[in-house]
């Protein structure tokens, strides 16, 4: 088994088919992570928490499993990296804080309990921004040192695009999976609103928190997927809407429907990124017999998408962190100047945004009703330089009106650095968001994986 680039030459897929056969063992896949995170430059940084030992316990749990079941489960053995705010009862969870420093929950959050049922094993914990808002933590951007790897869900992007795990999970509450993923040259997704239980993450933003992951791999994507999405009449609501047949999964003796957004944003992207969207898809249209695409219009209360998030975004910092805002020396100024942005928000300002983000969702839903999918750019451009500001995106207004996402690692700027590409889809919509990528996967569209950084 090749070992040099760690899960570039490995899917999850080919692994689990590794395992059917008898063809490789838990211990070796193991291996393969601890190998490549001693020799992968940067990886340290990535995690916060990162144990061998660990990892081979439940390598041995695995072979174990199979020994007494035979076939594996379907997450059998693979490694993922676990954003460290996520509840682990076998690591700390310090959600980038010295406040919470070896902090032991003593449990698992819902999502990482029900991976490790599917046999996953948790290779460690990714580094994050403190309390998964702005301030960048010591993950470094594998493809550049220089500059940001993302924010919130950085190690996780970091650790994915280094090859150390095939999978890292994510949160999002503005871009912080779409962001890094497209930074980092790696595939994202954040699912539909409420498809993943939230029970034992750290919470930021109520109407707005979303969990997701990031892949190597394209092929891989939807088996993390299927694990960690809610099944069955625990979960009416989301269950019914989800398996509405309403929501199709591909289109019936018809074309793909393809809405293409520029948008209000447009004119603040570079002009490299632009072409590169534009050229994309003036291809993607040149499939004549299976897709049709238009230029999509936004509702004009998204052109103010970016306000009504940052009331409701401050003004929940302001009331979930206040015991940490009483212990300012241990803060970071981006979150003590958030906070105090939200103390100064009144009751009626913030019932009046919850109220425009639920009218926006309506408007995108219908809107979104017209299209299989929505193409739009995932990032403007590279990532920027640490420190400096990154431009705004469309990713927010997705995670605000609770539709589906999946970023890919398409693009290259004049920089030489990545940039992905942004699918969206209805809420709940996801199945049907998943065929599309296939779709473009089969007509080359989108890559099989991500491309190792070449300082990596």
Known sequence: MSRTNGFFDHSAESLIRGLRKGAISPREIASLCI?????????????????????????ARSEEYLKKNGAPRNLEAIPVGV???????????????????????????????????????VAGKTETAEFAVHELGRAINPHDARRTPGTSSSGSAAAVCLGVVPYALGTQTAGSIVRPASFCGVYGCKPSYGLVPRTGVLKTTDTMDSIGFLALHFEDMLRLFEEMRVHGRNYPLSNAAFL?????????????????????????????????????????????????????ELPRLAKRAHEIHATIYNKNLSYYFQEEYRKRNLVSETLKSLMESGFSIQPERYLN?????ESLSAEMDGLLRSYDAVISLSTAGDAPLRGEVETDDYALLWTMTHTPVVSAPVFVSPNGLPFGLQLTARRYNDLLLFDFASFLRSVGMI??????????
């Not at 959600?95 to 919470?100: D, E, I, Q, T, V």
């Not at 890559?447 to 990596?456: N, T």
Request: no cysteine; charged share 35%; net charge negative.
């Open 447 to 456: 890559p099989e994986k991500a491309e190792p950084p070449v300082r990596g």
């Open 83 to 121: 954003k460290d705010i996520f509840n682990t009862k076998d690591y700390p969870t310090q959600m980038g804080s010295p406040l919470w420093k070896g902090f032991t929950p003593g449990n698992d959050a819902r999502v990482v309990h029900t991976i490790r049922l599917a046999g996953a094993v």
């Open 35 to 59: 190998e490549r995170f001693a020799q992968a430059e940067g990886a340290a940084n990535a995690f916060v928490l990162f144990d061998p030992e660990k990892i081979m316990e439940q390598a």
């Open 244 to 296: 509405d047949p309403d929501r199709r999964r591909e289109p019936a003796g018809r074309r793909w429907k393809v809405g293409f957004l520029k948008g209000f944003l447009w004119d603040r992207m570079p002009e490299y990124a632009r072409d590169s969207l534009l050229e994309w898809a003036k291809k993607l249209g040149e499939h004549t017999a299976d897709v049709e695409v238009e230029e999509v």
């Open 353 to 357: 945004a919850l109220k425009e983000q």
